[in-house]
């Protein structure tokens, strides 16, 4: 008889205790909402760096890092290498164009003049990088 009492208590027990260990193991698993704020932020897209405008000049701005040992950190964000095309410079790109498709327009040039233009446009293009990379010093 005393066997029989076990065998109908014993289902009964496990299931109570896996309940309990299912019940604990998911309480365990909820994080605070200040936990969860700090997962988030860590999880976020790094801040753009804005740099100012440098008037065609070489920005003197760093966002490397070095380390105590002299070697630079790529943690931070990285800046242009060169200096960038300043508004008037943009300006004054934009105004040549519009002018060389008015004259194409208008038929103050020939077709082959303006041909002859994009292609020197275009050679510039295709040049301005090598070359302004042999200017730097190494």
């Known amino acids: 008889m005393m066997k029989n009492a076990y065998v109908r208590v014993a289902p009964g027990l496990r299931v109570a205790l896996v309940s309990a260990l299912a019940a604990a193991v998911l309480a365990?698993?909820?994080?605070?909402?200040?936990?969860?704020?700090a997962a988030a932020e860590k999880r976020a897209?790094?801040?753009?760096?804005?740099m100012g405008p440098t008037k065609g000049q070489v920005s003197t701005e760093s966002s490397l890092t070095h380390y105590?040992?002299?070697y630079p950190s790529f943690g931070a964000p990285?800046?242009?290498?060169?200096?960038?095309?300043?508004?008037?410079?943009a300006a004054g790109q934009q105004k040549t164009l519009t002018a060389l498709a008015a004259q194409r327009k208008?038929?103050?040039?020939?077709?082959a003049e303006y041909q002859r233009r994009v292609a020197a446009f275009r050679k510039l293009a295709a040049d301005h990088g090598t070359d302004t990379l042999s200017q730097m010093p190494k």
Do not use: F, H, R, Y
Request: proline share 5%.
């Open 68 to 70: 105590k040992d002299g």
């Open 106 to 111: 208008s038929g103050a040039i020939s077709e």
């Open 78 to 89: 990285l800046t242009a290498a060169n200096v960038q095309m300043n508004d008037d410079q």
């Open 28 to 37: 365990s698993c909820q994080a605070t909402p200040a936990e969860k704020a």
């Open 45 to 50: 897209a790094p801040k753009a760096v804005i």
